[in-house]
C-alpha cells in the first residue's frame, strides 16, 4: 500500500477512535461464500471492514482500542503458508500486516481469543456488529461472558455491547476526495460500457449478448466487474424492476433498459439508460421517454445542500404522475393521483439511494423522524421510471410491455450538484445518434 493510501485509512481510524473513546472495537472480516461443491465465490471483502484496514484477505479480524497499551490497531491475519499461497495467492502475513496495513500489532487469527481477552479486561464497552459474522459471533460471545463474569473481582470488564455500524456509515455516507476520485473513475468506465451498448444493440441479438459488451467495457478498462447483476432487459421484461435473466431475443424498434454500472477500487457506479433497440424512438416511445426524461432533469435540479433527501423524489414524482395522466395511464386531477396514490401501479420504488462502497449504500434516510437535510459530498441516484406490463389492459395498446428507467449519479456540492455520469447520452437526439447509425 502506498503511503497516501495508508495515511488515508490512518486518518479513517482516527476518526473512528475518537468517536468510541475508552472502547474496544471487533471489526470481522467478511466469511468466504462457496459457490457450489468446493468452488468458491470470488472474495469480496466487507465494506465497513475495508473502509477502516484497506486489507482485502479474509479471515481476518481487526482491533481498534484508542490508547490501549498493547497498541491501538490490531490485526489477526491468516499466516503466510508457502503451499496454500501456491494454490491462492500471496498472504500479508503478520508481517505485511504491520509493515504493509498500519497495524501497531498483529497476530495470526487461531490467537484470537488469548488477542482479545487482553483487550476486553480494561474497557466497559464493546463495539462489534453482531450477525455479521457467525463463527466470529460466538467466540466474540463466549469471551465476553468470560470477561464480565470475572468483573465483579476485577472491577472492570464490559457491561454494553454496541453497533459500530451507524458510525462507520455516518462517516461513509460523506466522501472524501479520494473516495470521489474512485467514484468519477467508476462514472467515466460505465460511460463506455453504456455507449458501446448503444452502437451495437440490433434486433435478433441475444440480451446476454449486450450483457457480454457491458462487462467486457468494464474489465478492459480496469473495473473490478458490474457493481450489482447487470440489467438487460429488452421489451417487456423491463417493466420487471430487477430482471436479471437476460436470455431473452431482443426485437428491432423494442426499448432496451440497461441498469449497469462497475465497480472501482471498491466505489460503485449505478447507471440506467433505455433506447430503441438498433432504430429511432417511435412516437409512443418518445412521449413515455420525455415524460421519464424530465422528471429526472427536475429531481436532479432539486438536489442541492439543505434540501430534504425526500424533496428529490418529490420534484420528481410530480413530473411523472402529470405525464402519466397526459398519456392515459391514470386518471387525473394531479393532486388526487398523489393523494391516492394512483401512480404505483406504473411508479413503484422512490427515485433516489445513497451511492458508494455499496451500490446501495449506507447511511440514515430519516433523523428525527424527517427525512434527512442533503449536505456537501453525500452522493446519491436520480431514477424515476415508468413500467407497463404487457398484460396491462388499463394502458393504451401502444404502450403495453414498455419499461423506462433514467438514472444519474449525483454528488451534492457546497452550492448546489454534479452529476458523475452526466457525458452518458440520454438526451432523445444523443441516444437516436448512437441507436440509428
Known amino acids: 500500500m502506498d503511503n497516501g493510501r495508508a495515511e488515508t485509512f490512518k486518518e479513517r481510524r482516527a476518526l473512528f477512535m475518537a468517536q468510541i473513546g475508552a472502547a474496544v ?9 462457496v459457490r457450489s461443491n468446493d468452488v468458491e465465490f470470488i472474495y469480496r471483502q466487507d465494506n465497513d471492514f475495508y473502509y477502516l484496514t484497506g486489507f482485502a484477505e479474509p479471515e481476518s479480524v481487526a482491533l481498534l482500542a484508542p490508547g490501549h497499551k498493547d497498541g491501538e490497531f490490531v ?53 462489534y456488529p453482531l450477525g455479521h459474522n457467525e463463527r466470529i459471533n460466538a467466540r466474540v460471545l463466549e469471551l465476553m461472558r468470560g470477561a464480565q463474569a470475572m468483573r465483579p473481582r476485577t472491577g472492570s470488564g464490559p457491561i454494553a455491547m454496541l453497533d459500530p455500524r451507524e458510525l462507520i456509515h455516518e462517516a461513509r455516507l ?84 440497461i441498469d449497469a454500472g462497475c465497480e472501482y477500487d471498491f466505489y460503485a457506479s449505478d447507471v440506467t439508460r433505455t433506447f430503441p433497440v438498433g432504430a429511432r424512438f417511435s412516437e409512443a416511445q418518445r412521449a413515455l421517454y420525455s415524460v421519464v426524461l424530465e422528471a429526472q432533469r427536475r429531481g ?107 438514472e444519474d449519479d449525483v454528488l451534492v456540492t457546497a452550492d448546489g450538484h454534479e452529476v458523475l455520469t452526466a457525458t452518458i447520452p ?3 437526439e444523443e441516444v437516436e445518434a448512437l441507436t440509428a447509425q
Open 25 to 33: 472495537a471487533i471489526l470481522p472480516s467478511a466469511p468466504i461464500a
Open 75 to 127: 490485526m489477526l491475519v491468516r499466516p503466510r503458508d508457502r503451499e496454500r499461497e501456491t494454490w491462492t495467492g500471496r498472504r500479508a502475513g503478520v508481517e505485511g500486516a504491520m509493515l504493509e496495513y498500519g497495524a501497531d500489532k498483529a497476530y495470526t487469527l487461531d490467537e484470537f481469543d488469548r488477542v482479545l481477552a487482553r483487550y476486553l479486561e480494561g474497557v466497559e464497552r464493546v463495539y
Open 174 to 257: 460523506k466522501k472524501r476526495p479520494e473516495e470521489l476520485d474512485a467514484m468519477r473513475r467508476a462514472a467515466a468506465i460505465s460511460r463506455e460500457a453504456h455507449i458501446e451498448a448503444m452502437r451495437r444493440a440490433r434486433g435478433g441479438m441475444m440480451e446476454w449478448e449486450i450483457e457480454a459488451v457491458v462487462d467486457y467495457a468494464f474489465r478492459s478498462r480496469g473495473a473490478s466487474g458490474p457493481s450489482y447483476p447487470s440489467i438487460i432487459a429488452s421489451g417487456p421484461n423491463a417493466a420487471t424492476l430487477h430482471y436479471i435473466h437476460n436470455d431473452r431475443r431482443m426485437g428491432a424498434g423494442e426499448l432496451l433498459l
Open 300 to 406: 436532479i435540479e432539486a438536489v442541492r445542500p439543505g434540501v430534504r433527501f425526500d424533496d428529490v423524489h418529490e420534484a420528481a414524482l410530480r413530473v411523472l404522475v402529470e405525464g402519466m395522466i397526459d398519456l392515459g395511464l391514470i386518471k387525473g386531477p394531479l393532486d388526487d393521483a398523489l393523494a391516492t396514490s394512483a401512480y404505483r401501479r406504473y411508479y413503484m420504488h422512490r427515485t433516489s439511494h445513497w451511492l458508494g462502497m455499496d451500490v446501495h449504500d449506507v447511511g440514515l434516510y430519516r433523523m428525527g423522524g424527517s427525512s434527512r437535510v442533503l449536505e456537501p459530498s453525500m452522493v446519491l441516484t436520480v431514477e424515476p421510471g415508468i413500467y407497463i406490463a404487457a398484460d396491462d389492459d388499463n394502458a393504451p395498446q401502444a404502450l403495453r410491455g414498455v419499461g423506462v428507467r433514467i
Open 426 to 428: 440520454k438526451t432523445i
